[in-house]
């Protein structure tokens, strides 16, 4: 029933850009603040940029500050990364993140969408 769907992964050349998106269904989605995680193979997942509910205020990892911006449209309950100047360090699997408020409820994940930087 709840559901994130990400989009948008491909392969890209270095310097390139991409957009993902992450459609959500099945819960508040104005009520959640949204996350972008990214995990490299045999390595930890990373935070990428978070924003909050129902929005305003982003967060963003040191890596990808400047070159990445994370969005929100709440009436079509999804969740964009614009990923600009793109560098081989960010190919990843890059999963959407939905989390509530405290107490309110649990955070959902998406199945990821891959991304690769390569020439």
């Known amino acids: 029933q709840v559901q994130l769907v990400e989009s948008g992964g491909a392969l890209v050349q270095p310097g390139g850009s991409l957009r993902l998106s992450c459609a959500a269904s099945?819960?508040?989605?104005?009520?959640?603040?949204m996350r972008w995680y990214r995990q490299a193979p045999e390595k930890e997942r990373e935070l990428v940029a978070a924003?909050?509910?129902?929005?305003?205020?982003?967060y963003y990892a040191d890596s990808v500050k400047g070159r990445f911006t994370i969005s929100r449209d709440n009436a079509k309950n999804t969740v964009y990364l614009q990923m600009n100047s793109l560098k081989r360090e960010d190919t990843a699997v890059y999963y959407c993140?939905?989390?509530?408020?405290?107490?309110?409820?649990?955070?959902?994940w998406g199945q990821g969408t891959q991304v690769t930087v390569s020439s």
């Open positions: 993140n939905a989390t509530p408020r405290v107490g309110l409820g649990r955070a959902y």
């Open positions: 099945g819960f508040t989605f104005s009520t959640y603040a």
């Open positions: 924003i909050t509910s129902p929005g305003g205020s982003t």
